[in-house]
């Protein structure tokens, strides 16, 4: 095939975008004066059709092509993107991480663009968008209370049964795509939420629940839509292993998310998790701050959704497990574990007990009277800190597991 041939052709594809759409080449240039000049938007949407970009992707594919065509003419890196974070306000203690007065008190949050789903929403106005108390996720809320529903999606319950009254949505189904709420970005809005407050001895175990859904998107895992949840240290840096990054391309299978038995009206598979929990020891961090902080977005290219709901609590760790002697060797490996988890001591454990407890202090499993050597199945647990106990003759001692 001819060069000019491959133009015609190119041309031709324009020409028939363009109309199908009622738009002009003006409608796709995000960027003023000169700046787009040797830009060539007809082979950049021929490349949108031998990628078979969707539709409701085009406007965020050529935005993405023609700042990766700027960032090239001017020498310009990462690092110029617009981004912030969430000014902390730090409370005496963790408070209403449960949202059970109905009132978001005691958080802060913004809504802003995700530009980069590896990286901090962008272009972001602080504060929270809501259009109400249970306002349905086909609205445009953005940061939502909620008491009672079912999700559509995933037909679970849009508060954790498990847990208090009241959670919360951030995003939705129309909030976190750019072309069904007037929003002037061309990514998918995103929502972060957090709280900070003072580690102490009577909040420094911390736990929070949540559920997602996220749309299945034809994009590298850094355009995907995801769900984040993490735990800062004072200095503002995510805590190792106190992070959760939950995206619609990469690991939706890790994390146990189902695809919905229905699909949406642009013929995409939408995946789903129920309400699951994870739980953190905050005692390294006592007489410091931390921050938990949870993000939701949709897609890079504007085009797909994705939107979480949340729930959290803090209690004080179990006096018995800080004050053990630890007396007794023994060990479980591997820790962390995702699934199985070996026990071994130097002594029979006829003599003694084996117990697991979560990190609010309820017990998960017991077992007494066997060998020196234990395999124990926990693939059923939720990923999060719990505590082994070896309760022996000669004394007791515990250790700490995580759950991944």
């Known amino acids: 095939m001819t060069a000019n041939?491959?133009?015609?052709?190119?041309l031709a594809f324009v020409f028939s975008f363009l109309t199908g759409f009622g738009q002009t080449a003006g409608n796709y240039s995000f960027f003023k004066g000169d700046t787009l000049n040797?830009?060539?938007?007809?082979?950049?949407?021929?490349?949108?059709?031998k990628a078979h970009i969707a539709q409701v992707d085009m406007k965020g594919y050529i935005k993405q092509n023609q700042q990766a065509f700027v960032n090239t003419k001017y020498n310009l890196h990462e690092s110029n993107r617009q981004s912030s974070q969430i000014d902390p306000i730090v409370m005496t203690a963790c408070s209403n991480l449960d949202f059970e007065t109905g009132t978001m008190t005691g958080w802060t949050g913004l809504v802003g663009e995700n530009d980069n789903s590896l990286m901090p929403i962008a272009v972001t106005t602080a504060g929270f968008q809501s259009l109400g108390i249970n306002a349905s996720d086909t609205l445009c809320s953005y940061t939502t209370l909620v008491n009672t529903g079912i999700d559509r999606w995933g037909n679970f319950p849009i508060s954790?049964?498990?847990?208090?009254?009241?959670?919360?949505?951030?995003?939705g189904e129309n909030a976190n795509v750019n072309f069904l709420c007037n929003t002037p970005a061309i990514s998918s809005p995103g929502e972060s939420i957090q709280q900070t407050f003072a580690v102490t001895a009577s909040n420094n175990a911390l736990s929070y629940n949540y559920a997602v859904v996220l749309e299945q998107a034809p994009h590298a895992p850094k355009d995907c839509p995801y769900f984040r949840a993490e735990i800062l240290n004072a200095t503002g840096d995510t805590?190792?292993?106190?992070q959760l990054y939950i995206s619609s391309a990469s690991n939706r299978v890790q994390y146990g998310l189902l695809?919905?038995?229905?699909?949406?009206?642009?013929g995409d598979t939408l995946f789903y998790c129920s309400w699951k929990t994870k739980s953190f020891n905050l005692t390294p961090y006592i007489g410091q701050n931390a921050t938990i902080r949870f993000t939701a977005a949709g897609c890079t290219q504007g085009g797909h959704m994705g939107y979480a709901y949340i729930d959290a609590s803090c209690s004080a760790l179990p006096t018995d497990i800080k004050n053990l002697s630890n007396n007794v060797a023994f060990a479980a490996y591997p820790n962390p574990f995702t699934n199985q988890l070996?026990?071994?001591?130097?002594?029979q454990f006829n003599d003694g007990t084996l117990i697991l407890?979560?990190?609010?202090?309820?017990?998960?499993?017991?077992?007494?009277?066997?060998s020196t050597a234990v395999d124990w199945d926990l693939s059923a647990l939720s990923p999060g800190v719990y505590f082994i106990f070896f309760k022996t003759s000669q004394g007791t001692s515990v250790k700490e597991l995580i759950k991944e």
């Open 259 to 266: 695809a919905a038995s229905k699909i949406n009206g642009y």
């Open 160 to 171: 954790d049964p498990a847990a208090g009254s009241w959670a919360v949505r951030l995003g």
């Open 38 to 49: 040797g830009f060539d938007l007809s082979a950049c949407l021929v490349g949108a059709q």
């Open 357 to 370: 407890y979560d990190v609010v202090g309820k017990e998960i499993r017991r077992q007494e009277k066997v």
């Open 5 to 10: 041939r491959c133009s015609l052709i190119g």
């Open 342 to 347: 070996t026990i071994e001591s130097g002594i």
């Open 239 to 242: 805590i190792p292993g106190m």
